[in-house]
């Protein structure tokens, strides 16, 4: 059935793109098509541009017209499956933010992002299940991805970009506080406070904040990034715990509510497909009143302007919701002959709306979110980097 209901799809969306008419799959039909539903359905709904759905009526082998409303469809059967064409008037398909274009055997198609539905749908509705296990599978898979690439000539890449662990240890000690950067605006008094640095890396942050007082802990997938940190450490004299895992597999043990401040910070939030689960970890991890300090890239820099010098040009698509494929980031640091075979990982870069939307479906209370000016002249007025706080309410 798999096989004819592609080849079905495949006939319905050539039809309309001879015509030009733009049009974007739905419901179960979009699921499917993703990868979310693991069986054919029965039907396929697609979406098409409202002054254009008079002609797709005479295109295709249909019934009559209805009406209900803003919107317009009609239905007719394609052995086995029922297709329904429908229109909302006024609106414009093209430019809905929930529109995803995927590929299928070669072949490109437009379809209704998985993130609509979870954000329209109760969570207990059978499609969002559904879409949640679907990340959670895709999560999975990108985690063995990032393994596998942050295993590979890792600790080589430090060595080429920070030095040997004497060196990174020495600028470190030199100047603890100019190693967190402007963190230091947002952190609280760390001495003897409980820290956790999520996809901590190489380690220099949580090993600044132990020379400030802190007791640290680096979690991160890398054997080879906490092989490094712990070398760092250890030449620079500060107790460092540093746990090799998957954030979201955290052993029960440490989700006891006992950290005062947990820490994420540049390019860290891409690796997840669903974020939702990262926020509940954080939530259980901070004591009651604990704080959640959170530094990343701004959106408008990763996703929509590029820059070169004084030229900037606006480039993509703000609200694309697609995983995106890239190499891993520490290949730039590795020598010029290896970069080219550098691992592939998958990122979803996600809109600053969605971002603060997730801190805040956790429970988390949001204190604060500041954005930072990019620092080079030729950026002015262009966000570089945002920073937010938030608190652990818990009682």
Known sequence: MAANWWETLTELVTTLEQKHIDYTILNRAALYAQGALEEAPHAIEISIQWDLFALAHELLPS???THEGNTARFSFRRQPFRVTLSCQYNTVVATDPDRLHIEHAGRHF??????????????????????????WRLQEQNNRLNMQAWNQDTYEAWLARFGS????????LKDPRGRLGSLVHHLPEVQRKKIINLL????????????????????DISEENARYARDVAQAA???????VSDVLSLPESELDASYDLVLLEL?????????????????????????????????????????????????????????????????KHLP????????????RQWTLGEIVTAVAASGLIISSLDEEPNPKLDDIGIPKLFTLTARNATP
């Open 63 to 65: 019934g009559s017209i």
């Open 110 to 135: 437009w379809v209704k992002a998985p993130d609509y539905y979870v954000r329209t749908l109760s969570p207990e509705d059978e499609l969002v299940r559904a879409i949640k296990a679907y990340w």
């Open 165 to 172: 662990p004497q060196e990174a240890a020495q600028r470190i």
């Open 200 to 219: 901590g890396s190489h380690g220099a942050k949580a090993i600044a904040l132990a020379q400030l007082g802190a007791r640290a802990t680096v979690v």
């Open 237 to 243: 004299g500060v107790d460092l715990r540093y746990i």
């Open 267 to 331: 390019g860290v939030l891409h690796y997840f497909v669903d974020l939702e689960p990262l926020f509940s970890i954080i939530k259980r991890l901070l004591r009651p009143g604990g704080l959640l300090l959170l530094q990343d890239f701004h959106p408008i820099s990763t996703k929509l302007i590029i820059s070169k010098g004084a030229k900037h040009k606006v480039k993509g698509n703000y609200f694309d919701k697609a995983l995106i494929t890239k190499p891993v980031a520490l290949s």
């Open 336 to 347: 010029p002959g290896e970069q080219e075979n550098a691992p592939i990982v998958y990122q």
